[in-house]
């Protein structure tokens, strides 16, 4: 199997060399519509700002009025749910307490839920693919 994608890069931590993007959704609560204009942009600079203290990397964002599109590197030792987990509890609390009126709005800023899936270069076919050839390539060896 040959992949090439040039603009990949890999990030390092100790012994482990590694490239993991997820795609991440996070939705408020009710689906209210509070993450409009001066709100949506400070949603953005502050997780910019804690990509270094939360171990992650900001790829892309998109946020809409009412759900936050993120695509993140996240490093495998710490896992994606966990640093997930840490940027809502940190934006629950920053934006609530720069902007009062989210208070009243909602109980809690995030759903309980939220939705996650790995994004790579490399489609689940062609891994099947990749895998399908390995086990004929062993057991011609094995003849």
């Known amino acids: 199997m040959e992949v090439i994608n040039y603009q990949k890069e ?18 408020t609560k009710y689906r209210r519509k509070v993450l409009a204009d001066e ?10 700002e804690k990509q270094q203290d939360f ?5 892309e964002i998109e946020v809409m009025p009412d759900h936050v599109h993120m695509i993140v590197g996240a490093n495998p030792k710490i896992g994606v749910y966990p640093t997930m987990t840490k940027i ?6 920053q934006l609530r ?30 891994v099947k693919k990749y895998i ?3 086990k004929k390539k062993e057991i011609k060896k094995k003849k």
């Open 39 to 48: 709100i949506g942009s400070r949603l953005k600079e502050l997780i910019t």
């Open 55 to 59: 171990n992650f990397e900001l790829i």
């Open 88 to 93: 809502k509890g940190f934006l629950a609390h």
């Open 132 to 134: 399908e050839n390995q």
């Open 97 to 126: 307490e720069e902007f009062p009126q989210l208070k009243t709005r909602l109980p809690c800023l995030w759903t309980n839920s939220s939705f996650i899936s790995s994004v790579g270069s490399v489609s689940l076919e062609t």
């Open 10 to 27: 890999y990030q390092v931590c100790g012994k482990l060399v590694y490239s993991c993007q997820y795609h991440i959704i996070i939705c």
